[in-house]
């Protein structure tokens, strides 16, 4: 005691018992696993995940380390440690959240124990269960699904989620979605069923019975090994086309080859395999983490996936136009861009806003799709203001929309008087204004094709 205040006294692990531990971790095989910290007594201290464990763990055992407050008591009391392989970084991730609600290491709790903490909720009671991330596992609307974690990591856990969500293309959306309902044959799917991430039940596009397969070869998968569940699937696959199930058949080959490149997703990135513009992402250096900064920024209550951006082009009145771009995860997806003539309106840029915006959004607002999760307006207060006047004159209005100023950058928000001010090198900027200046591009180019064709006779 000193002063009145109590002392944390602890002591480096020992020389020798350091250099063993290390020369151990760093002979580990270079593979995605699961390590457990053990203290003298064989009883588990810690228990993380590793991309790689030899690079992990020895960094437990490197001399002069900082490990933080937290974990630098751990180190006196560290006497050897146990790994299990995993065969990619999400089993790695499903093990580790199982590990700590069945052992509860100490130290797993002392980092937990001052926040809330990521669930993954499957809600088996719907016609069409949905895949959620909650911190609320017992709230109603989880209620009676199957619940795994804790989880650790909640930017390890959403990018497991995306990346099985291209297996077994489950749907992560709010909507509730019947069988038997008339207008699911009219909804518009959203983008997720674009880019074959989802099945698209609120479309009728899979039948209630085909997406409880993919369900419940998705809550197998979550439990059991990937080799186990490629060797099910095969059988599967192999049965079904011998009953000339061929439309089944060739579901499970598809879902067999996603499992397959699952390691080569996470080693070139969840968006590699798309051919995006280059010229439009030299911008965008580290997509998840613009998204992440700019959720934070605009305190959007869920994960921002969907961009959208909204731009007009016109040269003194003559050929004004409108463009929709739209960005999935960061990246440009080129099969959601739209062009528009304005026609109500010429040289005013404001009411041509809301001319593309009621044109481009009639739709959502009659309930026949869904929004995406942030639509940013090119410019200011004003048309900001211009695109809220035409979404309240549809039947319902997008979870955000702003508008980023081209001059000093700001953005503006509904509802707030002062826009918000990030600095020049935000991650989150950055993102906006790639999308925007995006939007800009495209609406030009429609432009100079009008232009062209008045310019030399033909018409338009």
């Known amino acids: 005691m000193v002063n009145g205040q109590s002392l944390l006294v602890f002591h ?18 270079r593979v995605p696993g699961v390590y457990l910290l053990r203290d003298y007594a064989g009883v588990v201290l810690y228990v993380g995940k590793a991309r790689l464990l030899p690079d992990r763990v020895s960094a437990y055992f490197v001399p002069k380390a900082d490990h933080g407050p937290r974990k630098q008591p751990m180190l006196a009391l560290i006497s050897d440690f146990d790994t299990v392989p995993c065969e990619g970084e999400w089993e790695a991730l499903l093990m580790e959240a199982r590990l700590i609600k069945d052992l509860k290491p100490k130290f797993n709790r002392m980092l937990l124990d001052d926040k809330s903490f990521p669930y993954l909720v499957v809600t088996t009671r719907d016609e069409f269960p949905g895949v959620y991330i909650t911190r609320d596992p017992e709230s109603e609307a989880t209620r009676g699904g199957r619940v795994f ?44 069923h674009a880019i074959g991430q989802c099945s698209a039940p609120c479309a009728n596009r899979i ?66 395999e798309y051919e995006w513009q280059p010229e439009v992402t030299s911008l965008i250096e580290d997509p998840v983490k613009g998204l992440r900064s700019l959720q934070r920024a605009l305190g959007h209550p869920a994960q921002i996936r969907c961009i959208e951006a909204i731009d007009i082009a016109h040269l003194g009145g003559n050929e004004t136009v409108g463009s929709k771009v739209c960005f999935m995860d960061g990246r440009p997806f080129r099969d959601g861009y739209r062009r528009y003539r304005v026609r109500s309106v010429t040289n005013n840029d404001v009411m041509a806003i809301r001319e593309v915006v009621s044109r481009r959004y009639r739709d959502a607002g009659e309930g026949k799709e869904l929004f995406p999760d942030l639509i940013i307006i090119d410019g200011g207060s004003a048309q900001l203001s211009a695109a809220m006047d035409a ?34 090198e935000n991650p989150g900027l950055r993102l906006c204004q790639a999308v925007r200046d995006e939007a800009h591009r495209f609406a030009q180019h429609y432009h100079h094709i009008l232009r062209s064709k008045r310019v030399i006779g033909e018409p338009p």
């Open 12 to 29: 480096a692990v020992p020389e020798e018992s350091a250099d063993s531990l290390l020369a151990k971790a760093r002979a580990l095989p």
């Open 149 to 192: 974690g804790p989880f650790v990591s909640g930017g390890s856990l959403r990018r497991a989620v995306e990346m099985l969500q291209r297996v077994f293309k489950y749907r992560t959306c709010e909507l509730t979605i019947r069988a038997d309902d008339p207008t699911n044959s009219r909804f518009r799917p959203c983008l997720l």
């Open 207 to 272: 039948s209630r019975d085909a997406y409880g397969e993919d369900i419940g070869r998705f809550l197998r998968f979550i439990v059991s090994k990937r080799s186990a569940m490629k060797r099910e699937l095969t059988q599967e696959m192999t049965l079904a086309a011998d009953g000339q199930q061929f439309e089944r058949a060739a579901v499970l080959r598809d879902q067999i080859e996603a499992i397959e490149r699952l390691d080569d997703r996470e080693q070139r990135g969840d968006l590699a």
């Open 391 to 424: 979404f309240g004159e549809l039947g319902q209005t997008p979870p955000m929309v702003i508008g980023l100023a081209k001059r000093e950058e700001l953005i503006y928000t509904v509802g707030c008087l002062e826009p918000i001010r990030l600095g020049r």
